[in-house]
């Protein structure tokens, strides 16, 4: 009973701390609606392109960390089943996406804070998410495209990484992979649509935010 209701506090406290808009506080002190520029998105690519390279990485810095702690937390201080740390890591991505402190609820897209998750609960898939990320960015400037191409990897690298290690394969792990992947691909549409009809803006690493 006691891990049940040590889950569900966890949950709880995943979704909050997913929930805090980290873009459009930051955003908010240089008296900023990140949700009027741009995509409107509160992710950090947005931010970069809103507010520079510099304040983008911040938040992509800030998102991480909150998929990082209730899933580290959840790890080093309770025995919980694979079942309850993967809802732990799915609600704090929610509440990312899904924000309780705005009146829209529309947060960022999911994707550092996946990766925050995904660095606790899957850390043989660190190095070959940032390897598949940082290659498909690089070629094609496309974040979106990094990120889609990252997360839908990452669902054959958990079944090869498992087979060549002769471990057993966890269905648990492999639905929330197959569920985050799709999440991640509805927070994408807009970009799919504009990738397919060649509009979606290329990144750049310039700190220069008119030109990112």
Known sequence: M??????AALCLFGFVLGGIPTSYLLAKRKHIDLREIGSGNLGATNASRALGFQTGVLVGVL??????????FAVQVFSLSTISLLCIGMATILGHIHTPFLPSHRGGKGVATGAGVIAVLFPSAILFGLIVFFTVAVISRYISLASLTTFFALIPHYLISTFFTGQIIEYAKLVFLGILSILIFFTHQKNVKRLMHHTEPKFSFSSDKEHV
């Open 2 to 7: 006691s891990n049940l209701w040590g889950s």
């Open 63 to 72: 998102d991480l960390l909150k998929g990082v702690l209730p899933s580290l």
